[in-house]
């Protein structure tokens, strides 16, 4: 796949601690021309970088290892930085908080993910 | 003594006959309406059978129907031991007795030797020896309501001509009264068994019962169904009370179920959570219908049982958990497998090389995942997981592997498939390219347990010597990938892979709490 112009740049959070999966997004926001930030595997790396780091939006895992990724979500929420959920679970696993939050299945194609961030960076220009 | 003192006489003989017998009748009614069981209700009949008739000897043959066919068996005999029977087969329906079984109607004979019916049957020809001594005979049939013969009333006396027409008539007043009291009894007895097995199951099954009166509100709940709200025995149990035991959140939905089993008359079936005493929670099930239906087509008293069914209803979420969770595992895997995918299509655009890589990846997943499963996906051991990535390439007893350990240790799911999977890809590049693509390679692998409390690790090291010499790749694969950044980012650990001359060497630091099996 091809860089999306639109994506072109987009700097996206990876939250996701299944090692190979975590590649796999990775490459796919490399592949549509954004930029990788972390990626995290633990929640307090995850959190730290959602407050610190220069970013636009993000890709969330639901689970990390038993501690769910909601704080960052709230984080996220906070700052005004839109994110969508990767999760196996389906809806099952979300707050009614998260409810209106963009869900990618496990697994997902590169479509699905530059579908996605599209709505993510249209919602941020929006603001 | 004149004619009138003579007819006097006679009359107050006769009047004193018919006090006696009706006082007789009198004691048979009563006790038939007071018996409380077949037996005493029968046995009292034949005794004022016997004492109305003036017999020797009464008995009652109960009709009894079986594979067999119709036979009949002494119910209850007076005037004679028991014994007196015992020596004999029981009547057969005979051309003397076939009236009696048959319901046609009563036999009264002078001297029942000179009936004509009698002694036409073998093997006695008349009565057995020994048999009591039988000239006066008098048999009634006991007919039931649906006209089912329940048995016969027999009476007999050693000298003729001892039944008159008179006691013949009042005999057939007993028989109907036996048959009505027999009939009765019969209903108590099926009433009583069916009572006590109701009851039986539902305390077998933990099951208790309610009934609610709808126009009056009045509830009433059995011991268990008390029991099943956290309540005694002997507490007070009334329709609010059960309402305010329901879930708050179960309430409504418990109403409009109840609401419209009493308004139209069905069928009542809702589960709910009750708040016990205690504040324990439980899941009661409750099942119920209408008992007797209103003039509008509702319930005019509804009754059901309850039943606690907590323990499946946590079956039941822990199945669902366990579905989840599985759900949640598979998915991942999927991902994962299409991340492998996707990288080794990277590495091998040629798609012979690309399928040989993929498999081969797939497979050592596919073991680490097998060691997991054997420990329920809740560890796997070091040791296994580093034997089953060197099992392709000639095991760990080959002699070109040097395992140098300071014990096994038992890794968490998560550090397992990632140590099994970058294991994997440092043996298949020292198969192809390091020092397991020559005969006189050597790879040594080594693991340490290090450092104190917060600080222990698990030190490995894969030390490769004795190949081609080695140069750093000018492409980076998936293994570099998945040691130096996959490790380094989702085990927190510090990995340095070195591309040295003399040998691949790779040194991975995993901090034990990251790595090792909660339990």
């Known amino acids: ?127 | 003594m004149g004619a009138d003192a003579s007819i006097g006489h006679h009359l107050a003989t006769a009047l004193a006959e018919e006090v006696r017998r009706a006082d007789c009748l009198n004691r048979i009614a009563t006790a038939i309406a007071v018996g409380n069981d077949l037996d005493s209700v029968v046995q009292a009949v034949v005794d004022g059978g016997v004492e109305l008739t003036e017999a020797a000897f009464g008995a009652f043959f109960y009709n009894v129907e079986d594979a067999a066919g119709e036979r009949y068996t002494l119910y209850a005999l007076s005037g004679a031991p028991r014994e007196a029977f015992s020596r004999y087969p029981m009547p057969r329906k005979t051309a003397i007795f076939a009236p009696t079984f048959d319901g046609v109607g009563v036999v009264r004979s002078d001297d029942i030797s000179k009936d004509p019916r009698y002694g036409l049957s073998g093997p006695y020809h008349g009565m057995p020896p020994e048999h009591l001594p039988v000239r006066s005979y008098l048999a009634a049939p006991v007919i039931g309501r649906d006209g089912e013969v329940l048995g016969g009333l027999f009476f007999g006396h050693p000298e003729t001509g001892r039944f008159t027409a008179r006691v013949q008539d009042l005999l057939v007043g007993v028989a109907a009264q036996a048959a009505v009291a027999i009939e009765t009894m019969r209903l108590k007895e099926t009433a009583r068994r069916e009572l006590a097995s109701l009851q039986f199951a539902l305390k077998a099954g933990r099951m208790g019962s309610w009934e609610l009166d709808v126009e009056t509100g009045v509830y009433t709940a059995s011991d268990i169904c008390k029991h099943n709200y956290g309540r005694a025995a002997d507490a007070t149990f009334g329709f609010q009370d059960l309402i305010d035991a329901i879930h708050p959140e179960d309430r409504p939905q418990m109403r409009a179920a109840i609401d419209a089993a009493i308004a139209h008359g069905s069928a009542y079936d809702v589960e709910y959570r009750v708040i016990l005493p205690d504040g324990e929670l439980r899941w009661i099930q409750v099942r119920g219908r209408a008992a007797q239906t209103a003039q509008d087509g509702g319930a005019r008293r509804l009754a059901g049982v309850s039943l606690d069914i907590t323990e499946r209803k946590r079956a039941e979420q822990r199945q669902q958990l366990l579905l989840n969770e599985l759900n949640h595992r598979v998915k991942n895997t999927l991902a994962t497998v299409q991340a492998i995918a996707r990288q080794t299509l990277r590495g091998c655009p040629n798609p012979e090389d690309f399928s040989e890589a993929f498999e081969a990846r797939l497979l050592a997943l596919s073991q680490t995942h097998n060691l997991l499963t054997e420990q329920n996906w809740r560890s796997a051991s070091l040791m296994a997981i580093l034997a089953a990535e060197l099992r392709p390439h000639g095991g760990a007893r080959d002699s070109r592997f040097v395992l140098d350990g300071d014990g096994d240790m038992q890794l968490n799911p998560k550090a397992a498939v990632a140590l099994g999977m970058a294991m994997h890809e440092l043996a298949t590049n020292a198969v192809k390219y390091g020092a397991l693509s020559g005969p006189e390679g050597r790879v040594t692998l080594r693991s340490r347990r290090v450092g104190e409390g917060e600080d222990r690790k698990l030190v490995l090291e894969w030390i490769e010597s004795g190949g081609p010499p080695v140069a750093p790749p000018s492409r980076r694969g998936l293994g570099a990938r998945l040691l130096e950044d996959g490790l380094a980012g989702e085990l927190s650990s510090v990995v340095r892979l070195d591309y040295r001359p003399e040998g691949v060497a790779c040194r991975m630091e995993l901090p034990m709490r990251v790595v090792e099996t909660a339990e």
């Open chain 1, 1 to 127: 796949m091809t860089p999306i112009p639109e994506l072109a740049g987009l700097r996206v959070l990876v939250v996701e601690d299944e090692m190979m999966v975590s590649m796999l997004i990775e490459d796919m926001l490399t592949d549509l021309g954004c930029h990788v930030v972390g990626p995290a595997a633990r929640l307090e790396e995850a959190l730290s970088l959602a407050e610190h780091a220069e970013l636009d939006c993000a890709v969330l895992d639901v689970n990390l290892g038993g501690q769910s990724t909601f704080p960052v979500a709230d984080l996220l929420r906070a700052k005004g930085a839109p994110f969508a959920f990767a999760t196996g679970y389906g809806d099952a696993g979300l707050r009614e908080v998260d409810r209106d939050s963009l869900v990618l299945q496990k697994p997902f194609r590169e479509v699905d993910l530059a579908k996605v961030l599209r709505s993510l960076a249209k919602s941020i220009s929006g603001v």
